[in-house]
């Protein structure tokens, strides 16, 4: 099976019930706390407590931008504007 088919399948890239909660924990918060991450969450103005996608800046040479959202949320220019404004923010540092 190819990339491109998992791509099709949200199932195969999901994390498991507390894997998010696991990964903020135990990679995200050291990093940040190390001054290694930025991390960013993409929440809409008419439901701002609802999280829809993320945006993470890292030192690591060889990783240092990773990005996701929720497939309702795709294809609407909204993590392409998200981007455009971290991009932004980094450029003035």
């Known amino acids: 099976m190819g990339n491109s088919a998992l791509l099709n399948e949200p199932d195969t890239l999901a994390f498991p019930a507390?894997?998010?909660?696991?990964?903020?924990?135990?990679?995200?918060?050291?990093?940040?706390?190390?001054g290694e991450c930025w991390q960013w969450t993409l929440r809409l103005k008419s439901v701002p407590d609802q999280i829809i996608g993320s945006i993470s800046l890292e030192t690591n040479e060889n990783y240092n931008r990773g990005f996701w959202i929720d497939i309702p949320w795709?294809?609407?220019?909204?993590?392409?504007?998200?981007?455009?404004?971290?991009?932004d923010y980094c450029s003035k540092r």
């Open 18 to 34: 507390d894997g998010a909660v696991k990964h903020f924990r135990d990679v995200i918060m050291p990093a940040i706390d190390r």
């Open 74 to 87: 795709q294809r609407q220019g909204l993590m392409t504007e998200a981007v455009a404004v971290v991009t």
